[in-house]
């Protein structure tokens, strides 16, 4: 019998330290919640998820960057909103003062609230923002490494006589429409033309002759001939290109009117003469300015935002003027032009948003996934850990009081030493 060394009592008290020490871990999981409160409960598992954790915030964040992005969108198509109500006046006005039944008094009255209508036009393109961002001074716009004139062209036309696309040699006494029918243009009929560059009406007026041809529009024209080039393509159109490049130099409502030699409109060729759209829109040098959403949960996941420019200037009303009947006709097709602009941009921005609704959607689905994902790699099962943690609490138990019996066998030496 040894008492130096009690060997039940010391295995009771190894026993009981291991029983205790898997209970304070189950304590310690059950209290937290997580199956991995540090990294030797599962090294591997620990790395595994806060690769995940740093995933999930990523994506949470790229979702309230989607929606911040969506916010400055709507902000940009709010303004261009009233932007278009305030063009439709300026239509309304155009419209209101090409009537002859208005005085020269009528119309500089009218003028005047155009004037105001351009500088409102003008403010809301200047001073929009989004958390003091400006939005629609063109600042946002895409790159363009060099400036672009603007290009204008019209509808078919045909030589009536001899039955072929019209070309820039086709005399205008044997012009006609698409489908081939004559204009009805004669010897002795003028022809105006009426268009704007930055906001000044320019006029052209010629006579038409038995040897004018399309070619001569321009060349008689010194106004058209300055401010653009007329060309006629292989398939009858005419285009007309600004010679200036940039806003500043865009020729803007081009209209071509016909009165015979008594001063009566023909209406068919003044409208077909007259149905010219711009098919390439002015651009000024800049570099790029496009707002870039990151929208996922890792670097080079973006989204870039462009917004061209809304100021008057670019949108071609700057300086509009409606004084006359001649230039308020012009300025109808200028406004209508400029509308159609503002409806193309609201028209992308709600393409954007609707996107950005379908990547906030995306970007929630996959946080909530991969939220399942880590759970399951660092919760614990309470059930299961519960049950861990009531047999680590016995075994303490049972342990504990065998050490106290273990501590008692040394007493029967002392039996011993009695006898």
């Known amino acids: ?87 439709q006046r300026m239509r309304e006005l155009a419209v209101q003062s090409s009537n002859d039944t208005n005085t020269d008094q009528d119309r500089t009255n009218i003028q005047s ?133 940039g806003s500043a130099g865009a020729i803007e409502g081009l209209t071509i009117s016909v009165q015979d030699s008594s001063g009566n409109t023909r209406a068919a060729a003044s409208n077909n003469l007259s149905s010219f759209t711009e098919t390439t829109g002015s651009a000024d040098k800049r570099t790029d300015g496009s707002a870039t959403l990151l929208i996922g949960a890792n670097g080079g996941q973006t989204l870039s935002v462009d917004i061209n420019d809304m100021r008057a200037s670019a949108l071609g009303v700057s300086g509009l003027s409606v004084s006359t009947q001649s230039q308020a006709n012009t300025a109808i097709k200028v406004l209508d032009t400029a509308i159609q602009k503002v409806s193309a941009e609201r028209a992308k921005l709600g393409a954007f948003e609707n996107r950005l609704d379908n990547t906030i959607n995306n970007l929630n689905t996959s946080s909530q996934n991969i939220s399942d994902a880590q759970s399951r790699v660092a919760d614990v099962d309470m059930a299961k850990e519960m049950m861990n943690q009531s047999k680590s609490s016995v075994l303490a138990q049972a342990a504990q009081a065998m050490l106290a019996q273990a501590n008692q066998q040394p007493q029967q030496v002392l039996q011993l030493l009695r006898g």
């Open 113 to 245: 609230e155009m004037g105001q209508l351009e500088k409102e036009v003008d403010r809301i393109g200047t001073t929009t923002q989004f958390n003091t961002k400006n939005l629609l001074d063109g600042s946002m716009g895409k790159s363009v490494s060099q400036a672009v004139a603007n290009v204008n062209t019209s509808v078919a036309f045909k030589d009536a006589v001899a039955s072929t696309a019209a070309s820039s040699s086709t005399l205008l006494t044997s012009l006609g429409d698409s489908n081939g029918n004559s204009l009805g243009i004669s010897v002795g009929d003028k022809i105006t033309v009426n268009f704007t560059v930055n906001g000044t009406a320019k006029s052209d007026s010629i006579t038409v002759t038995s040897t004018t041809t399309l070619a001569g529009l321009a060349a008689a024209g010194s106004n058209l001939n300055t401010a653009g080039t007329l060309a006629v393509t292989s398939t009858g159109t005419m285009t007309e290109t600004a010679n200036t490049a």
């Open 1 to 87: 019998m040894i008492i130096n060394y009690n060997s039940m009592a010391s295995n009771a008290l190894r026993q009981l330290n291991i029983n205790s020490g898997q209970q304070a871990k189950s304590m310690a999981k059950l209290s937290s919640g997580l199956r991995i409160n540090s990294a030797s409960d599962d090294a591997a598992g620990l790395a595994i998820s806060e690769k995940m954790k740093g995933q999930i915030r990523g994506l949470d964040q790229a979702s309230r960057n989607a929606q911040d992005g969506q916010s400055m969108i709507q902000t940009a198509e709010g303004a261009l909103s009233q932007t278009t109500d305030i063009l």
